[in-house]
């Protein structure tokens, strides 16, 4: 058997963490009482509200919209009414706009049912459908989905990719996606060839997911048509794995352009529950209303897997999971290698949150920074060839303008050079300070 | 109550306290043979390397109003090596007064760790040989083989003129060294052994490589500057190194001297060797080259000190000459 598929330059190793959750089975969270739908949920531009206040509302009913610009609607993930049109924490932008709904705890939730056979619509059609559905990069970009399909005339695509690697410790949110909608995913990549009007599609799964990899080579096989072809690749464990262009050149070889798109080498890459969500969409005609996602670590008393619906607090979600240990010191939204701290509980999960970490104290690592002592281990570490450690010093020398000559606009963020640096510098955040100021050459 | 911070909220389990005490660590096996070899004073000599040079930084720092940060153990590394550096048969204010030039001027004047431009311990040395140039050049001591610890401190440690290899290579030529050691392997497995005149840690080449081979099994130093240093150092001397071209003696000269130390200790320090591989092989070579320069043409029976140092400002330079290698270019370049 011939060595699993990587990317050869950079990477590391941090302890994958998955055990606390990789056996239990996606879990449907209750109905809370309220949901907090952020507005500004994809890249592009924040939804308006079309509703008012007081307004009822029926589940998936439009709630949001973007009139002008780049985006997805949002819809109302239960049936209920409008409580307030304000807004919610965030982990970045500290406070953003939101719309509040009081759920109904009365309404029958609806049931999604299959009408019609997608295949006899046309590409523009289902195009249509993902956009309408308000799906974007669930897997963390949040990307408008249907503008991926689109891809620019002087850079045709030629293959799609699904990304099943679920790379970062702990999550395994997609992992049980995997195990539990195969099938689904398989059908929702035919949908996606279909819209991009190619047939050839790998999807990428990491091998500390045997089940996974077995039971989609299962569905893969189960669901072989002539039109298109889809095979399963197995990549290294090996942090960023599931970078897009790290998946790219793992599984085709190919490298896409510094500040380019994927689509500058010919290739689409779709989360493998975004490609769920697009089979529902398509084929359901179901809104992207709720997610799969991971809440671990050793700070919370129950771990799982949970179907929440779009807009859950952490509060609720913590309380359905058993409460946290008293040794909790870091709640994270992502993962722990690029997850953002949280520092308050009351902040609703949105369309790109793929898990929720509460970590003790021994889970992380909170020894003081020191002075760089040149040992270049983050230079061994960066994944896109960059020097970490000179933007760094010149962060701390007040020379963040000069940067650009280290690479800084190339960094993804991935946290690999931080990682391994034994000084304990907080490098990604220098890197951030850095991009902020740095004059592009 | 819970914390924030920026990502990456999980980090490896390296730091450089565990980088420089493991390597400290790796030294004490040639300093207990150094100890044995040349006698317990040895232990007081590097005590007062180790302890002044602690002290040393604790006293700069505060001075400097900056945080005291001696239990990262680099201090106490410097004040390993510039023992290692010095003659057994040296006074113990000798190296107090290295710690000083090493440490407090080598180290926090240029602007604390990973702001020296030149290794700390070999800096030291290189003032204390200007400074006690009788005493750094000829305080060595003859090996015992009897173990008597206390043999040389019984008295004033009189500076007992026994030359060390290389000084009777510069000054006799190969003839004398051979009518005073032999020649032939044996003469080689002694050397490396550790049954030679020299400084403290230049004793046990054995020891010292498996020192290294550990730290390389840790992967705190490659291969590349010890390498590359004692590559360029046997093909030189193999070169030039003999009466005529061609007909020298390339293992001679990497079990002599601070040839072995200081390729896989001094050489390989983070902060003052260049940090990509590729500008790593020319460090070495160079510093390969410059050790073979003095040692075979230059005054000094001995080079690696002075090769090192002058190599030492290079690695910046070397570093932007070999950055390391982008994932991709920009579109329209190369694909």
């Given at each position: 058997?011939?060595?699993?598929?990587?990317?050869?330059?950079?990477?590391?190793?941090?302890?994958?963490?998955?055990?606390?959750?990789?056996?239990?089975?996606?879990?449907?969270?209750?109905?809370?009482?309220?949901?907090?739908?952020?507005?500004?949920?994809?890249?592009?531009?924040?939804?308006?509200?079309?509703?008012?206040?007081?307004e009822e509302i029926t589940e998936g009913a439009v709630i949001g919209d973007v009139k002008k610009g780049l985006g997805v609607p949002l819809h109302?993930?239960?049936?209920?009414?409008?409580k307030a049109i304000a807004s919610s924490a965030h982990p970045m932008r500290v406070s953003t706009p939101s719309i509040t709904i009081k759920t109904?705890?009365?309404?029958?939730?609806?049931?999604?049912?299959?009408?019609?056979?997608?295949?006899?619509?046309?590409?523009?059609?289902?195009?249509?459908?993902?956009?309408?559905?308000?799906?974007?990069?669930?897997?963390?970009?949040?990307?408008?989905?249907?503008?991926?399909?689109?891809?620019?005339?002087?850079?045709?695509?030629?293959?799609?990719?699904?990304?099943?690697?679920?790379?970062?410790?702990?999550?395994?949110?997609?992992?049980?996606?995997?195990?539990?909608?195969?099938?689904?995913?398989?059908?929702?990549?035919?949908?996606?060839?279909?819209?991009?009007?190619?047939?050839?599609?790998?999807?990428?799964?990491?091998?500390?997911?045997?089940?996974?990899?077995?039971?989609?080579?299962?569905?893969?096989?189960?669901?072989?048509?002539?039109?298109?072809?889809?095979?399963?690749?197995?990549?290294?464990?090996?942090?960023?794995?599931?970078?897009?262009?790290?998946?790219?050149?793992?599984?085709?070889?190919?490298?896409?352009?510094?500040?380019?798109?994927?689509?500058?080498?010919?290739?689409?890459?779709?989360?493998?529950?975004?490609?769920?969500?697009?089979?529902?969409?398509?084929?359901?005609?179901?809104?992207?209303?709720?997610?799969?996602?991971?809440?671990?670590?050793?700070?919370?008393?129950?771990?799982?897997?949970?179907?929440?619906?779009?807009?859950?607090?952490?509060?609720?979600?913590?309380?359905?999971?058993?409460?946290?240990?008293?040794?909790?010191?870091?709640?994270?939204?992502?993962?722990?290698?690029?997850?953002?701290?949280?520092?308050?509980?009351?902040?609703?999960?949105?369309?790109?949150?793929?898990?929720?970490?509460?970590?003790?104290?021994?889970?992380?690592?909170?020894?003081?920074?020191?002075?760089?002592?040149?040992?270049?281990?983050?230079?061994?570490?960066?994944?896109?060839?960059?020097?970490?450690?000179?933007?760094?010093?010149?962060?701390?020398?007040?020379?963040?303008?000069?940067?650009?000559?280290?690479?800084?606009?190339?960094?993804?963020?991935?946290?690999?050079?931080?990682?391994?640096?034994?000084?304990?510098?907080?490098?990604?955040?220098?890197?951030r300070l850095a991009k902020m100021k740095a004059k592009r050459s | 109550m819970w914390n924030v911070s920026v990502s990456p909220h999980v980090r490896?389990?390296?730091?450089?306290?565990?980088?420089?005490?493991?390597?400290?660590?790796?030294?004490?096996?040639?300093?207990?043979?150094?100890?044995?070899?040349?006698?317990?004073?040895?232990?007081?000599?590097?005590?007062?390397?180790?302890?002044?040079?602690?002290?040393?930084?604790?006293?700069?720092?505060?001075?400097?109003?900056?945080?005291?940060?001696?239990?990262?153990?680099?201090?106490?590394?410097?004040?390993?090596?510039?023992?290692?550096?010095?003659?057994?048969?040296?006074?113990?204010?000798?190296?107090?007064?290295?710690?000083?030039?090493?440490?407090?001027?080598?180290?926090?004047?240029?602007?604390?760790?990973?702001?020296?431009?030149?290794?700390?311990?070999?800096?030291?040395?290189?003032?204390?040989?200007?400074?006690?140039?009788?005493?750094?050049?000829?305080?060595?001591?003859?090996?015992?083989?009897?173990?008597?610890?206390?043999?040389?401190?019984?008295?004033?440690?009189?500076?007992?003129?026994?030359?060390?290899?290389?000084?009777?290579?510069?000054?006799?030529?190969?003839?004398?060294?051979?009518?005073?050691?032999?020649?032939?392997?044996?003469?080689?497995?002694?050397?490396?052994?550790?049954?030679?005149?020299?400084?403290?840690?230049?004793?046990?080449?054995?020891?010292?490589?498996?020192?290294?081979?550990?730290?390389?099994?840790?992967?705190?130093?490659?291969?590349?500057?010890?390498?590359?240093?004692?590559?360029?150092?046997?093909?030189?001397?193999?070169?030039?190194?003999?009466?005529?071209?061609?007909?020298?003696?390339?293992?001679?000269?990497?079990?002599?001297?601070?040839?072995?130390?200081?390729?896989?200790?001094?050489?390989?320090?983070?902060?003052?060797?260049?940090?990509?591989?590729?500008?790593?092989?020319?460090?070495?070579?160079?510093?390969?080259?410059?050790?073979?320069?003095?040692?075979?043409?230059?005054?000094?029976?001995?080079?690696?000190?002075?090769?090192?140092?002058?190599?030492?400002?290079?690695?910046?330079?070397?570093?932007?000459?070999?950055?390391?290698?982008?994932?991709?270019?920009?579109?329209?370049?190369?694909?």
């Open positions: 058997m011939s060595a699993n598929l990587t990317f050869p330059k950079g990477g590391v190793h941090p302890p994958e963490a998955k055990g606390l959750t990789e056996k239990l089975a996606v879990e449907v969270m209750p109905l809370p009482d309220e949901l907090e739908l952020v507005l500004g949920m994809h890249i592009g531009a924040p939804c308006t509200p079309t509703v008012k206040r007081r109302a993930p239960a049936a209920g009414s409008v109904d705890p009365e309404a029958a939730p609806l049931t999604w049912e299959a009408n019609g056979d997608w295949r006899n619509e046309s590409a523009e059609a289902l195009l249509g459908k993902v956009h309408d559905a308000g799906i974007i990069g669930i897997g963390g970009a949040g990307f408008p989905t249907h503008v991926k399909l689109k891809p620019p005339a002087d850079n045709p695509v030629d293959t799609l990719l699904l990304n099943g690697a679920e790379c970062e410790p702990y999550i395994t949110a997609d992992h049980r996606t995997m195990l539990e909608q195969a099938e689904a995913i398989v059908e929702g990549a035919k949908i996606l060839l279909k819209i991009l009007g190619i047939k050839t599609c790998a999807i990428g799964i990491e091998s500390n997911k045997p089940d996974a990899i077995s039971t989609m080579n299962a569905a893969v096989a189960a669901a072989t048509e002539p039109a298109y072809d889809i095979r399963v690749e197995t990549l290294e464990v090996k942090y960023p794995q599931g970078s897009e262009k790290q998946l790219i050149q793992a599984i085709t070889g190919r490298k896409v352009p510094s500040l380019a798109l994927p689509s500058a080498v010919g290739v689409v890459v779709h989360n493998v529950s975004t490609t769920k969500a697009v089979y529902e969409a398509v084929a359901l005609g179901k809104p992207l209303i709720e997610k799969v996602i991971t809440v671990s670590g050793r700070g919370i008393n129950k771990p799982a897997n949970l179907l929440v619906k779009i807009g859950t607090k952490v509060s609720d979600i913590v309380e359905y999971c058993g409460g946290c240990t008293p040794d909790l010191a870091r709640i994270v939204l992502g993962g722990p290698m690029m997850g953002f701290a949280v520092s308050t509980l009351d902040i609703p999960v949105t369309k790109t949150t793929s898990s929720i970490l509460f970590l003790t104290e021994d889970e992380i690592d909170t020894r003081e920074m020191s002075n760089c002592i040149r040992c270049g281990w983050c230079l061994e570490a960066c994944p896109m060839g960059l020097e970490p450690k000179e933007i760094g010093v010149y962060v701390e020398a007040n020379r963040a303008e000069d940067t650009a000559q280290f690479g800084v606009f190339d960094c993804f963020e991935c946290g690999s050079c931080a990682y391994v640096c034994p000084a304990k510098r907080p490098l990604v955040q220098l890197i | 490896s389990n390296e730091s450089v306290d565990k980088i420089m005490w493991t390597v400290v660590a790796c030294l004490v096996p040639p300093l207990v043979l150094s100890i044995f070899v040349f006698g317990i004073q040895v232990l007081f000599i590097t005590a007062a390397s180790v302890l002044s040079c602690m002290a040393v930084e604790a006293i700069s720092q505060k001075l400097l109003g900056k945080p005291i940060t001696v239990r990262d153990g680099s201090a106490a590394l410097t004040g390993m090596l510039l023992a290692f550096v010095v003659p057994p048969g040296v006074g113990y204010m000798t190296p107090v007064l290295g710690a000083v030039m090493a440490i407090y001027i080598g180290k926090h004047l240029m602007g604390g760790i990973g702001y020296n431009i030149f290794n700390p311990a070999l800096l030291g040395r290189a003032f204390l040989l200007a400074t006690f140039p009788v005493a750094m050049t000829s305080a060595w001591l003859p090996p015992m083989t009897d173990g008597a610890l206390f043999t040389y401190m019984t008295g004033a440690v009189d500076a007992i003129s026994t030359a060390t290899p290389l000084a009777v290579i510069k000054e006799q030529g190969m003839v004398g060294f051979r009518d005073t050691y032999g020649s032939g392997m044996e003469v080689y497995a002694s050397f490396f052994l550790g049954w030679k005149p020299g400084c403290i840690g230049e004793t046990s080449g054995l020891l010292l490589v498996l020192g290294g081979l550990f730290l390389m099994y840790k992967r705190y130093i490659t291969w590349h500057i010890p390498v590359s240093m004692l590559a360029t150092m046997a093909v030189l001397a193999w070169l030039f190194g003999g009466e005529t071209l061609f007909t020298g003696d390339p293992i001679l000269h990497l079990v002599t001297g601070g040839a072995l130390l200081g390729a896989i200790y001094m050489a390989t320090d983070y902060v003052t060797s260049p940090s990509t591989k590729s500008a790593q092989l020319v460090y070495g070579a160079g510093i390969g080259a410059l050790t073979m320069l003095i040692r075979l043409k230059g005054g000094y029976p001995e080079g690696v000190c002075y090769a090192i140092l002058l190599m030492n400002p290079l690695s910046t330079v070397l570093d932007s000459w070999f950055k390391p290698k982008r994932f991709a270019g920009p579109a329209g370049g190369d694909k």
